[in-house]
């Protein structure tokens, strides 16, 4: 098993610029994540499904897109990209047992507006 | 809403001693999932343990070991017999009851000293 991939590792933007960071899991997991981390602030959830085609807001969606059209792949999308969206995103995945569900994570992905 | 706090931006620790790294949370719901991860410099997010809310006891797994105090709600996560590769982030998180979204601390930065 790959786990979860994430492409790009690293990427330069300029200010309005759009892009979509790819995540993807070979495990079958029904939830997937996306987090950005910034210095001193930990990990801040941005968006999350629980399945596909059911996606939610987490504590910092502003400006970013997800979509969920199949199990394994949850993309995050940057519309017009600010200097403020510079940070390093990390994608993740459970599953849903309540009794015990590791986060999975992948390997992060370094962002760089200008 | 959930918290975790973490009050140790940065600890010390001489290689072969043991090290507590300190996790105090807040939340309303009586189920719920504590975890600790590991952050290398290389920026992968590493699982270390997990204490569900239920357990009657202290989670350990190999040199980790997470001392719950529950009436505390603290769970501080102590690493015995510290090694030079311990030297990372460390980031505590809950999970919440009716969901799998993590919430995270701003994380402790451990230096293992020869």
């Known amino acids: 098993n790959a786990g979860v991939t994430q492409t790009p590792k690293f990427q330069v933007l300029k200010t309005g610029q759009s892009m979509t960071l790819q995540c993807a899991q070979d495990?079958?997991?029904?939830?997937m994540s996306w987090y950005r981390q910034d210095p001193g602030m930990g990990l801040r959830l941005i968006h999350y499904s629980v399945g596909a085609g059911i996606t939610d807001q987490g504590e910092v969606p502003n400006g970013y897109n997800v979509s969920r059209s199949t199990t394994e792949d949850f993309p995050l999308r940057l519309l017009s990209a600010a200097p403020s969206q510079t940070s390093v995103y990390f994608c993740a995945s459970s599953t849903m047992d309540r009794t015990f569900n590791e986060q999975f994570f992948g390997p992060g992905t370094r962002l760089t507006v200008l | 809403a959930q918290k975790i706090t973490q009050t140790q931006p940065g600890m010390f620790v001489q290689e072969k001693e043991a090290v507590t790294l300190d996790c105090t949370y807040d939340t309303s719901d009586q189920s719920y999932g504590l975890f600790w991860y590991k952050q290398p410099s290389s920026g992968e997010m590493i699982f270390l343990i997990y204490?569900?809310?239920?357990?009657?006891q202290n989670a350990t797994e190999g040199r980790y070991s997470l001392n719950f105090q529950k009436a505390r709600k603290s769970a501080n996560l102590v690493i015995s017999a510290s090694q030079l590769g311990d030297s990372a982030m460390y980031f505590c998180a809950m999970r919440e009851t009716s969901g799998s979204r993590l919430t995270f601390g701003e994380g402790t930065q451990l230096t293992v000293n020869p």
């Open positions: 495990m079958n997991h029904e939830y």
């Open positions: 204490q569900g809310s239920y357990d009657e």
